[in-house]
C-alpha cells in the first residue's frame, strides 16, 4: 500500500507541474511563456521559443525562462497562466489572441505580476498588447504570387474569422492585385490555428481545385509538405520553413519576436516597465522576410523592391483606393488606412469572393 | 470537371485509408465479442512509433511495420485487462485511448517538428497533362491498396473460413463455444491483437503518408469515426468500405465546399458521421432481425471459462 500511495503522489505532482519546463535555477528573475501549440511546430510556436531562447542569450545571467506548451485556448489556459504567477514569474507573455480574457483574469489575480499578451486589444495596468503587422508580409507574399501565378487561383488556408486573418487575406490580394488584376483566391477556414491533418486536407482540396500557389495562416508546416507532394509553389508561415520543402517555398513571414522580448524583459528588470500597446512592422524589424527563393530573378528582384518600400515606409500594404466588397470605398485614393479599420478588419475586398464567416 | 472530379477523388480515397484500417480492426475485434474503445489511442501509438521508427531507420515502409507492431502492443494491454482480468471493456478502452493519447505526446516530443521521407504513390503523372483516369486506380500509395486487400481479405474470413465461422461462434455464444471446447480466451486475444495491428496501420498511415510529419493527437478522432463505423456498416466489412469513403470524404468535400464557395458550416459537416451512426442505430434497434444478423450478441459481455 505504501508503495502505491507514494506512486500516486508522486503523478499528483507530475500532473500538478503541467508539463512546466524550467531551465536554469533560483535568485534569477523569472519570465514565463504561454504557448498555443509545441515548439516544435516550426511556425507561430517556434517563432516564439526562438525569441525565448534570446532572452536567455541576452539576459542569461539575470533572468530565467519558463514555457508552458500546447495550452488550449479557454479556462485551461487561466489555471496555466496563474500557475506561472504563482510560482514567482514576474513577467509572463501568452503569445495567442484566444489568452486574451484569461490573461485579463489572471492579471486582476495577480496585480504585482506584469502580462503581455500577443494580437489581443484589451489592455490593463499590468497587461500589455504587442502584434506585428504581418500583413505586410503578406503583402509581398501577394505580389509574388500575382506575378508567378499561371492559373491564376490562389489556395489561401485560414484559421479563424478575426481580423487579423482577414487583414491578412486582405493584404494579400491587395499585393496580388498589383501584379494580376483577375486573379481569384480561394478560402478554406480550417477553424484550427495547429491541426497539421486538417491543414492537409485543406490544401490538398485548394490544389485538387485548381490552385497552384498555398498560403496559409495556420501553424504547421503539413500544408507546405502537401504542396511539395504536388510540385507547386507555396509560402512558409512564422518561420523559414524552407528545409521541409526546398523547391516549394517561395518565402516565408518570419515573426521575429526576440528584440521585442529582450526590450520589455530589460524594461522589467530596470522598472521601467509600463502597459502599452506595440504594433511594429517590417520598419522595426518585428516581420521580416525569408530569401525569395524557386523563382525567376526578377520577381524575386520586384519581391525585394516591395519588401524595402515596406520597409522604409516609402509603400504602406493598405494604399487607397480600396472598395470593400460591395464596392463601397474604404480608403480613398491617395490615403491609407488608419490603424483603427485595420485592427478592426471584418470585410473582405473588392475582388474576394466568397464570404466571411460570422 | 474531370481536373476537379479525380483529384477529389483521389484525395477522399487516402482520407478513407486510415479509416479502413482501423474499423477493419475493430470489426474483427468486436465479431469476436470484444468491444475495443481505444482505437484512437492505438492509432495515435501506432502514428508516433511509425515515425520514429521511420526516423530512425530511415525507411517509411519500416516505420510503417513499426507503427503496426505498437498497436498490437497496446492492445495486448487491453487484452490482459479485459480477457484474462475480466475488466469492464468499456472503461478499459476508453482508459486505453486517454493512455495513448498521453504516452504518444511524451514519446513523440522529441520528433514534433522532424521531416522523413514518406510514403510515396506508385505512378505520378506529368504535373503539365493533368489529373488522368490512370491515376484515379494506380496513382495511390500502396498502403491505400492493402488496405482494401486486408479488407475483403477479413470479408471472405469471416463469411467463408471455418476459423472465421469459429471466431463468430465466440462472439455470439462464448459460453456455448466454449462448452464445445474452442479456446474462447485465446480466440478473443488473438482478434483484440489484429484489432490492435490494424490500428496501429491506419495511424502509423497519418503520419507516414497522410501527413508525414507527426503531431500530438494528429488522429483527431478518426479512432472514435472508426468506431462509428463499425456500427454504420452493422458489422458487415463491405459497409466498412463505402462507410470510410464516405465518412472520411465527408471532410474533403466539406473543404470543397468552402473552397468553392458555399455557406455550409464546417461544424455541421464534422457532425454528420455522427448523426449518420445514430440513424443507423436507431435503425438496427427497431428491427430486432438485423440485430440478429449482424450484431455479435456478447459484444462486450465478460467472459469468466467456468472449467
Redesign the interface.
Known sequence: MKILHRVAVALFATLLSFGVSTSASADKTKVGFIYIGPPGDHGWTYAHDQARLEIEKELGDQVQTTFVEGVPEGPDAERAIAKLAQTGHKLIFTTSFGYMEPTLKAAKRFPDVKFEHATGYKRADNVATYSARFYEGRYVQGVIAGKVSKSGVIGYIASFPIPEVVRGINAFMLGAHTQNPNIKVKVVWVFSWYDPGKEADAAKVLMDQGADIITQHTDSTAALQAAADRGIHAFGQASDMIQFAPKTQLTAIIDAWGPYYVARTKALLDGSWKSQDTWDGMGAGMVVMAPFTNMPSDVAALAQKTYDDLRTGKLHAFSGPINDQSGKQVVAAGAVADDGMLAGMNFYIEGIDGELPK | ML??II??M??MMT?ATPLIFAATGELVCEKSGVLNLGVEGMMLVGAVFGFIGATVTGDAYVGFLIGGFSGIMASLIFAVLTLLLVSNQVATGLALTIFGTGLSALVG?D???E?ID?IRPLYVPN?ADGPNVIQLFLGHDPVVYLGVLVLLACAGFLSRSRWGMILRAVGDSDVSAHAIGYPVIRIRFAAVAFGGLMAGLGGAY?SLA????W??N???GRGWIALALVVFASWRPIRVLFGAVLFGGI??VQ??A????L?I???VMSMLPYLATIVVLVLISSNATRIRLNAPACLAQPFRPER
Request: aromatic content about 6%; proline content about 8%; hydrophobic content about 45%.
Open positions: 481536373d476537379l483529384p477529389s483521389m484525395t482520407a516530443a520528433y514534433v517538428g521531416t514518406r504535373a497519418l497522410y501527413t508525414p510529419l503531431a500530438e494528429m488522429s483527431a471532410t474533403i473543404l470543397n468552402q473552397a468553392i464557395g455557406g458550416p464546417g461544424a
